[in-house]
């Protein structure tokens, strides 16, 4: 896995279900073979809110709030709770499942993966590291979520700051890929986020205020803003430093073009997003 070339990947911001078809066709090509291992940065436009694959949006989500506020919704491949995607960067990394090295445990190949994160936050001058649940209290926290919300807990080798959680990571293993994708919050709106979720206000208030004490975004730790180009550029350099990479620009093929926007139309579909 080490002293390989990948590809790397800029898009513009692009709507949710480009972004998910994006993510989902670069896998089938890295799984067949036809494409070199891939890191990507993207953002969103407009902000959305990205559903984990076997979440109940249906349940969680407050539909008049979500028109309302003009965020739409879409579901991912990866598990995992509903994120605000807005002022941020999102990564995604891309593997063939067989690739050397890369372990068949999925919490210790995310634990491999998210070293890239981790040394990116570092070249920010950010202390970040892995988080592991160590009490009871952690681990049932994590069994029975008290939210439907990404950053109300940080799972096994998520990465936190001070004991706050500052990366909402999730993988899966998709036809032959590993693809793990996650969200590097610059600034955070909460007043957004939970205003869209289905909540009485008395569960509203005090999920907000613990989500205050469980997350925390990189402006806020680095006590200064933070552009999307300077980030991108640090976590290039922590993937390049964990995994000896030398990368390569990607561009894609008309076929491939198609292949994305034909994926585009299940990401829209209400059959995909509101399935459950």
């Known amino acids: 896995m080490t002293g390989t070339t990948w590809h790397l990947l800029h898009t513009a911001p692009l709507s949710p279900a480009?972004?998910?078809?994006?993510d989902e066709a670069i896998a089938g090509w890295v799984a067949r073979g036809d494409m070199k291992p891939t890191l990507r940065f993207y953002a969103w436009a407009p902000h959305a809110i990205s559903v984990g694959r076997f979440q109940r949006a249906t349940r969680d989500l407050d539909r008049d709030a979500l028109a309302l506020n003009g965020i739409p919704v879409v579901r991912r491949l990866t598990g995992g709770r509903a994120v605000l995607h807005a002022d941020e960067l999102t990564y995604s990394v891309i593997l063939p499942e067989t690739m050397p090295s890369l372990p068949t445990n999925v919490i210790e190949s995310y634990r491999l993966l998210t070293e890239g994160v981790r040394r990116g936050y570092h070249a920010l001058g950010v202390p970040a590291e892995f988080s592991v649940p160590l009490t009871?209290?952690?681990?049932?926290?994590?069994?029975?979520?008290?939210?439907?919300?990404?950053?109300?807990?940080?799972?096994?080798?998520?990465?936190a700051v001070d004991g706050?959680?500052?990366?909402?990571?999730?993988?899966v293993r998709h036809q032959g890929a590993v693809l793990q994708h996650g969200s590097i919050p610059l600034s955070i709106d909460d007043d957004v986020l939970f205003d869209c979720f289905n909540l009485e206000a008395d569960a509203k208030a005090e999920a907000k205020a613990r989500f205050g004490d469980k997350a925390v975004s990189l402006n806020e730790t680095l006590g200064r803003p933070v552009a999307f180009d300077e980030v991108a550029a640090a976590f290039t350099d922590?993937?390049?430093?964990?995994?000896?990479?030398?990368?390569?620009?990607?561009?894609?093929?008309?076929?491939?073009?198609?292949e994305i926007q034909e994926l585009v139309a299940k990401y829209e579909s209400d059959e995909w997003v509101w399935k459950r």
């Not at 952690?138 to 979520?145: G, M, S, T, Y």
């Not at 922590?238 to 198609?258: M, S, V």
Request: charged share 30%; hydrophobic share 40%.
């Open 18 to 22: 480009e972004n998910m078809a994006i």
């Open 136 to 159: 009871e209290a952690d681990r049932e926290a994590l069994r029975k979520p008290k939210s439907a919300v990404c950053f109300d807990a940080a799972s096994y080798y998520e990465l």
């Open 164 to 171: 706050k959680k500052i990366a909402g990571s999730a993988q």
């Open 238 to 258: 922590g993937f390049r430093d964990a995994f000896d990479l030398t990368f390569e620009p990607l561009t894609f093929t008309e076929a491939q073009q198609q």
